[in-house]
């Protein structure tokens, strides 16, 4: 798919980083989970986790994309990378993904965008509490889970792919950014209890990127509108005034997901980083 020059550029940037990328973020044989690493910006992750000889242990709903997924990624790195089928929103998931991985150094938790909201009278409560349940809830049992083992062996590194919208919110984004404005919240506070640790706790807020997810949503807006995936996509630039003027790639953010994972991060914790090609506007 051609995303236009600006993307084209980017790419080329981005692959020729990889090639001179000589830093080594000391990561190398530590066990990480990603919840939600089967396509998209949790792919990312696992990839550039896995790249760094970190062992994954990646959870998702639809068995046969995770495998596949595992089987890429192990076979591009040489990393030990292990599927877990299971919906981590649900206890009995979350119970068979901590089975198999009961102690990680690092967790980093994603899922599928929820639904877009165009009219905040029409969100349901049925809708409010699947999203805090995949978007709230299950970031946060897993963090209780995982975070006294952490501190037990004084290292852990634990990042969440939450939204922009959480720190800028807008009506079409009103179940994502409301559910990650808390999850922020609460990891921020959680961070500075376990920072002495060496736990160390992040997230990631990313603006438009092209995953699965939003290739769906663009095509089927261009198709109503009778124009390609990438007219709709810049269209949609101009109107959100993303400085870019291009959706970003998941590479762009599971590149960070591993820096935030990375020895070097030892004293970041408590933060939030928008990923949106200067969508939006703040100083600080
Ligand atoms: N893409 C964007 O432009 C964008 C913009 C802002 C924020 N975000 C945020 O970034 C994150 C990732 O988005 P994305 O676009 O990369 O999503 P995506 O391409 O749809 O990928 C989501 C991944 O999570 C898995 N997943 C979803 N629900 C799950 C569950 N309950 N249990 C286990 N696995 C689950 C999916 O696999 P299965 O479906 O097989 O389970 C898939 O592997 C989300 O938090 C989203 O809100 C995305």
Not at 141 to 153: H, L, P, S, T, Y
Not at 204 to 225: D, I, T, W, Y
Request: include cysteine; proline fraction near 4%.
């Amino acid at each position: 798919m051609q995303y236009g020059a600006n993307a084209m550029e980017a790419a080329m940037h981005r692959h020729q980083s990889k090639k001179d990328n000589t830093m080594d973020l000391g990561i190398r044989g530590k066990k990480a989970i990603v919840n939600g690493g089967s396509a998209g910006m949790g792919r990312s992750a696992v990839l550039a986790l896995a790249r760094e000889g970190v062992d994954v242990f990646v959870s998702a709903r639809t068995e046969d994309r995770l495998k596949k997924t595992c089987e890429e990624i192990a076979k591009e790195t040489g990393a030990n990378v292990t599927p877990i089928c299971a919906d981590h929103s649900t206890a009995e998931g979350r119970e068979r993904i901590l089975a198999a991985c009961p102690a990680p150094d690092i967790l980093v938790g994603t899922c599928a965008p929820p639904p877009m909201t165009p009219d905040y009278r029409e969100v349901s409560a049925e809708q409010w509490r699947s999203a805090i349940d995949i978007s709230l809830l299950s970031p946060i049992e897993f963090m209780r889970a995982v975070i006294d083992g952490m501190a037990e062996r004084k290292w852990g590194r634990i990042v969440n792919i939450a939204t922009v919208a959480a720190k800028y919110p807008a009506e079409i984004r009103l179940l994502s950014g409301s559910t990650r404005a808390a999850l922020t919240n609460y990891t921020v506070a959680v961070s500075k209890v376990v920072a002495k640790h060496n736990v160390i706790i992040n997230n990631l807020l990313p603006g438009m990127h092209h995953s699965a997810f939003v290739e769906q949503q663009f095509n089927e807006r261009a198709a109503a509108k009778g124009i390609t995936y990438d007219e709709e996509v810049a269209e949609f630039s101009r109107a959100w005034h993303i400085a870019a003027e291009r959706f970003g790639d998941c590479d762009d953010v599971g590149d960070f997901v591993a820096m935030f994972c990375s020895q070097q991060a030892n004293y970041i914790t408590g933060q939030s980083l928008v990923i949106d090609g200067g969508a939006t506007t703040s100083t600080f």
